[in-house]
């Protein structure tokens, strides 16, 4: 079992290789290298880097399958505010390594397929794949923790939302009511 901590992760690996060995590899990735993930988000501290940890090895039916876990400290936009919020993304994921189309659609439901060639798989990919993955369609300080919560506030004073205040057993439609008896 190799383990190499705290180092950056090889960008590419021969994952077969790795699942027969029953490898696990930890390291950085530094989100600077991460392209597509970068422009997704709406920044990160200089030297930041997504924490990995991928464990490969065969299940039961000698499926070569990778099992890992990420962590990457961002900033994203609020969608309330627009201001900076600092969140740690982290993702738990099991993929089956697969050379085609026909091998990813014979893995069982609980493996999503990565595809590899022969002998190499690009990790640095993989993990941006699954950053991209876990990134919050809508992000959102706590309520009590964002910048506009003295508007919100001001729509909403109890905390309870926008909802008119009723008395219970009034019938909203008791106005319809009276209008269809005065008409006859």
Same mark, same amino acid.
């Given at each position: 079992?190799?383990?190499?901590?705290?180092?950056?992760?090889?960008?590419?690996?021969?994952?077969?290789?790795?699942?027969?060995?029953?490898?696990?590899?930890?390291?950085?990735?530094?989100?600077?290298?991460?392209?597509?993930?970068?422009?997704?988000?709406?920044?990160?501290?200089?030297?930041?880097?997504?924490?990995?940890?991928?464990?490969?090895?065969?299940?039961?039916?000698?499926?070569?399958?990778?099992?890992?876990?990420? +962590?990457?400290?961002?900033?994203?936009? !609020?969608?309330? !505010?627009?201001?900076?919020?600092?969140?740690?993304?982290?993702?738990?994921?099991?993929?089956?390594?697969?050379?085609?189309?026909?091998? +990813?659609?014979?893995?069982?439901?609980?493996?999503?397929?990565?595809?590899?060639?022969?002998?190499?798989?690009?990790?640095?990919?993989?993990?941006?794949?699954?950053?991209?993955?876990?990134?919050?369609?809508?992000?959102? *300080?706590?309520?009590?923790?964002?910048?506009?919560?003295?508007?919100?506030?001001?729509?909403?004073?109890?905390?309870?939302?926008?909802?008119?205040?009723?008395?219970?057993?009034?019938?909203?439609?008791?106005?319809?009511?009276?209008?269809?008896?005065?008409? *006859?």
């Amino acid at each position: 079992m190799s383990n190499a901590s705290n180092a950056e992760l090889p960008k590419s690996v021969d994952p077969y290789r790795l699942a027969e060995q029953n490898s696990t590899l930890e390291g950085e990735i530094p989100i600077s290298g991460l392209g597509r993930f970068r422009e997704a988000v709406l920044g990160f501290s200089e030297g930041a880097a997504c924490r990995v940890k991928l464990s490969f090895f065969m299940d039961g039916e000698r499926r070569r399958v990778v099992s890992g876990e990420l +962590a990457a400290p961002v900033d994203l936009e !609020c969608q309330r !505010c627009m201001g900076a919020m600092s969140v740690n993304l982290v993702s738990q994921f099991k993929l089956g390594l697969v050379t085609s189309d026909e091998q +990813a659609q014979q893995l069982p439901k609980e493996l999503e397929p990565f595809l590899t060639d022969d002998f190499t798989a690009d990790l640095w990919s993989m993990v941006e794949d699954e950053l991209l993955l876990v990134l919050p369609p809508f992000p959102f *300080h706590e309520r009590d923790e964002c910048p506009a919560r003295e508007d919100l506030e001001a729509y909403e004073p109890d905390g309870s939302g926008a909802e008119p205040v009723r008395k219970s057993g009034e019938n909203p439609f008791s106005v319809l009511a009276d209008l269809k008896k005065t008409k *006859h």
